[in-house]
Nanobody
């Protein structure tokens, strides 16, 4: 059974940092490109970042470039998202997903990130 379990979300003040983790199991993690997406109630999910199966070629949505860093540890079957200089508009539920997070991809259950003073 494929499982993606996100953790590391929480409440942080503007300008603060959080590190999200996504523990993967049930599939050959090291063979899959992976993504982070986020969702705000009432809006479509937004793709945030992606990384190739081997850990190279990171991509970011323009709004997080220079602030977020995606990485992975294939030995630990874990995906990460380091989020710095957080802004209130980063508030969302963050999901990790296989591939680009399409309809045929697997998603985790999500972790809430709230940026507020």
């Amino acid at each position: 059974e494929v499982q993606l379990v996100e953790s590391g979300g929480g409440l942080v003040q503007p300008g603060g940092s959080l590190r999200l983790s996504c523990a993967a199991s049930g599939f050959p993690f090291g063979s899959y490109d992976m993504s982070w997406l986020r969702e705000v109630p009432g809006k479509e999910p937004e793709w945030v970042s992606a990384i190739a199966s081997g850990g190279g070629s990171p991509f970011y949505v323009d709004s997080v470039k220079g602030r977020f860093t995606i990485s992975r540890d294939n030995a630990k079957n874990t995906l990460y998202l380091q989020m710095n200089s957080l802004k209130p508009e980063d508030t969302a539920v963050y999901y990790c997903a296989t591939g680009q997070g399409g309809t045929d991809d697997y998603w985790g259950q999500g972790t809430q990130v709230t940026v507020s003073s």
